[in-house]
């Protein structure tokens, strides 16, 4: 029985020690020179004001982003159920009509709650 996992085994082997050569590798070859402006909490330029856990700021964009997910993810499984959609038959219908359902309700929530609406 242990032989069968050989293969899993020497990839997990080669893939941890492939890693670690490569870690180590780009350890020895980076440039070390760290300065002032370099150790700051931002290099984007923008100088920082107050604490970062000081300020509020808006999710919407994220709630926005987490719905279109949930919404791809309903894409992902419409495709392949409407490939077999033949051979599951009317309980392979029934079954991903109930899920449309379900993400329907889920929409009609986000909805009301008013998560779609962008205010700037």
Known sequence: ????????????????????F????????????P??????????????????SAGL???????IAIL????????MFLFPWAVVLSDMGLFGY???FVFIMLLLVGFIYAWVKGALEWES
């Open 22 to 33: 490569i870690l180590t590798l780009s350890w020895l070859v980076r440039p070390d020179n």
């Open 57 to 63: 700021f808006k999710v919407q964009y994220f709630v």
């Open 68 to 75: 279109f997910v949930v919404f791809d993810v309903e894409t």
């Open 94 to 96: 029934i079954e991903m």
């Open 1 to 20: 029985m242990p032989i069968d996992f050989l293969p899993v085994f020497l990839m997990v082997a080669v893939i941890v020690a492939l890693s670690g």
């Open 35 to 52: 300065y002032p402006e370099k150790n700051r909490p931002y290099e984007c330029g923008v100088d920082h004001v107050g604490e970062a």
